[in-house]
């Protein structure tokens, strides 16, 4: 069991997930955050901070995300912890409901 960061990040990072991790799991890309596997406690605090409703425990994931447990957990391991809330990124209000952000995006 896991927590997987999924597609409505990309290109928000409102990064109110990662105040309430009590393990600092969250990991920061150019454009979205992942949660490292090896790491993640399992206790779901995070879900309800994230206002555009990325976070999914694994087992919950819609099969359309599926390929984002592999993203996470590779991208874990090359970006740097983030455990304090910053700005979004400088459009995320007008990327926070799109669709398929990551498709052809891939930092
Ligand atoms: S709160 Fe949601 S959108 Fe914001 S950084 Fe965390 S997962 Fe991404
Ligand atoms: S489920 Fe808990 S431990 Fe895992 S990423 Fe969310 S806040 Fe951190």
Redesign the pocket.
Same mark, same amino acid.
């Given at each position: 069991m896991?927590?997987v960061v999924t597609d409505s990040c990309v290109r928000c990072k409102y990064t109110d =997930?990662v105040d309430? =991790?009590?393990?600092d799991?969250?990991h920061e890309g150019p454009l979205y955050l992942v949660?490292d596997p090896d790491?993640?406690?399992?206790?779901?605090? =995070?879900?309800p901070e994230c206002p555009v409703e990325a976070?999914y425990a694994d087992a919950d994931l819609p099969a359309a995300f599926a390929p984002f447990v592999e993203l996470n957990a590779a991208r874990a391991k090359e970006w740097p912890v983030i455990n304090k809330r910053k700005d979004a990124l400088p459009d995320a209000d007008r990327w926070k409901d799109a669709k398929n952000k990551l498709a052809g995006e891939e930092p």
């Amino acid at each position: 069991m896991t927590h997987v960061v999924t597609d409505s990040c990309v290109r928000c990072k409102y990064t109110d =997930c990662v105040d309430v =991790c009590p393990v600092d799991c969250f990991h920061e890309g150019p454009l979205y955050l992942v949660i490292d596997p090896d790491e993640c406690i399992d206790c779901a605090v =995070c879900i309800p901070e994230c206002p555009v409703e990325a976070i999914y425990a694994d087992a919950d994931l819609p099969a359309a995300f599926a390929p984002f447990v592999e993203l996470n957990a590779a991208r874990a391991k090359e970006w740097p912890v983030i455990n304090k809330r910053k700005d979004a990124l400088p459009d995320a209000d007008r990327w926070k409901d799109a669709k398929n952000k990551l498709a052809g995006e891939e930092p």
